[in-house]
T-cell receptor, first 119, second 115 residues
């Protein structure tokens, strides 16, 4: 089973509107971290926001917020007031405890969602 | 503060050759991780280095290797290149703490094409 599932291969949103990008995850750990990254066409992955499994508040960073529903194992990214520059691939990632053969937490990525912001 | 830098940005090689990619982390970061990104497989973790030691590795064949120097700069080597090695190779650096919040910051990537 996939660790991180992003069910929306592509999303469209009008400029200045809000958009939600879905992410569900699968883990049996109680302690884990969830990250969202943005990848423009240039290729560089840009860190957006982090949510810890024990954080009681949903994370927010400027126009980005995370709708974290632990019982449903979902961590959806909400982008408010979309801008043309938000057009990019968005990746959800999870950091969890190391398995055998590793000594540090690994970061596992979903397949990504391509967001297109229309003027 | 300068970001993560990767060189070269683009590479074209032929099957059977070997290639070395370089990554310079953000100043003060001691952990460097490498990822392979392809349209079919997405982002896959290759390995992580911390204080010149491999701390974690993914499920890649032994043709893929890496190392880290005392200044935290890292290199990744792929020997006996195959067509399927064509990909964007991303390097990420972090402070290197073993906790969950150790955020990775990525470089612009090296796009490798194998002909």
């Amino acid at each position: 089973a996939q660790k991180i599932t992003q069910t929306q291969p592509g999303m469209f949103v009008q400029e200045k509107e809000a958009v939600t990008l879905d992410c569900t995850y699968d883990t049996s750990d109680q302690s884990y971290g969830l990250f969202w990254y943005k990848q423009p066409s240039s290729g560089e992955m840009i860190f957006l926001i982090y949510q810890g499994s024990y954080d009681e508040q949903n994370a927010t960073e400027g126009r980005y917020s995370l709708n974290f529903q632990k019982a449903r194992k979902s961590a959806n990214l909400v982008i408010s007031a979309s801008q043309l520059g938000d057009s990019a691939m968005y990746f959800c990632a999870m950091r969890e405890a190391p398995n055998s053969g590793g000594s540090n937490y690994k970061l596992t990525f979903g397949k990504g969602t391509l967001l297109t912001v229309n003027p | 503060k300068a970001g993560v830098t990767q060189t070269p940005r683009y590479l074209i090689k032929t099957r059977g050759q070997q290639v070395t990619l370089s990554c310079s982390p953000i100043s003060g970061h001691r952990s460097v991780s490498w990822y392979q990104q392809t349209p079919g497989q997405g982002l896959q973790f290759l390995f992580e280095y911390f204080s010149e030691t491999q701390r974690n590795k993914g499920n890649f064949p032994g043709r893929f290797s890496g190392r880290q120097f005392s200044n935290s700069r890292s290199e990744m080597n792929v020997s006996t290149l195959e067509l399927g090695d064509s990909a964007l190779y991303l390097c990420a650096s972090s402070l290197g703490g073993t906790g969950l919040t150790d955020t990775q910051y990525f470089g612009p990537g090296t796009r490798l094409t194998v002909l």
